[in-house]
């Protein structure tokens, strides 16, 4: 995924990919993009904090 992909995507399920292992671990919900650090924030679970994450490292919750 990348940051325009990212961006059209808020408030959907993206998959969240180990970028050493590229084992899948965790499903996240997009909840903005920071554009100054070039990261997608990510909600991983309920009542979590957002987390920054690297776009790369994210998949669309439909190839999943």
């Known amino acids: 995924m990348n940051l325009p992909e990212a961006e059209q995507s ?6 969240y990919v180990h970028p050493a292992t590229r084992q899948a671990h965790s ?3 997009i909840a ?16 979590q904090p957002v987390e920054p994450t690297h776009p790369a490292n994210l998949r669309p919750r439909s190839i999943t």
């Open 10 to 15: 808020i408030g959907e399920r993206v998959l």
């Open 27 to 29: 499903f996240g919900v």
């Open 32 to 47: 903005g993009v920071d554009h100054v650090r070039d990261l997608v924030l990510v909600r991983y679970g309920d009542n």
